[in-house]
């Protein structure tokens, strides 16, 4: 393959890639302003994680070593739930310690809007004349839905109802790649010239 042809080659693989690339990206627009479905894996009051917390998981090894955690109070251990992460993720929120049974976490709506995902989470505490446990809970919600790599972000209203937002920004993996390999080429086929040059 000629110098010439090298290059042209690099450049037809770049511009297939950007192709389904925009594809992807198409696709992301048409779902925008969208509610996402979702499914609840499981709630309660019982958790490892002691702190409010919120995170996304995306492949197998981060939710074994995030359940692993959560059932650490647990005897005996429960295996984690299984999720195709190649079509799914999964939203963890955790509530942090509350003096008394009564509180929970819960996950109201998903919905994507100007490419990134918006978590609705909502807390509750017991009413003031209910009857509840002395004891410590940790309440904690994990739900899945189809795979969406987007920025994350969290709108949770507290219990005396104000509003608070978290942002978790998600790395765009696939126009990484696509630089990577671009690059790659690129490097390669003047890599190739260069040497073809002073042979």
Known sequence: MTC?????????LALLLLGTS????????????????????????????????????????????AWEKHT??????????????FEKMVICAFMGERPTTGYSISVERIW?????????IAK??????????????????FVSLERIDMEVIFHVTEENGTIVEYTLPEFPMMAFALAVFVVLSGALVALKCKAKGTS
Do not use: M
């Not at 010439?4 to 037809?12: D, G, Q, S, T, V």
């Not at 996402?36 to 492949?59: L, N």
């Not at 650490?72 to 992460?85: E, G, S, T």
């Not at 509750?124 to 919600?141: F, I, M, Q």
């Open 4 to 12: 010439k042809n090298a290059l042209c080659f690099a450049a037809f």
């Open 22 to 65: 925009s594809q992807f990206l198409k696709a992301s627009e048409a779902s925008e302003n969208q509610d996402v479905e979702f499914g609840v894996i499981d709630r309660g009051d019982i958790s490892r994680y002691v702190e409010e917390t919120y995170f996304v998981i995306r492949t197998e090894a981060e939710w074994a070593k």
């Open 112 to 120: 994507v809007e100007e490419e990134k995902i918006y978590v609705e």
């Open 72 to 85: 650490v109070p647990y005897v005996p251990k429960i295996p984690y739930p299984k999720i195709n992460f």
């Open 124 to 141: 509750s505490s017991p009413p003031k004349n209910a009857v509840v446990g002395e004891v410590l809970t940790y309440p904690y919600v």
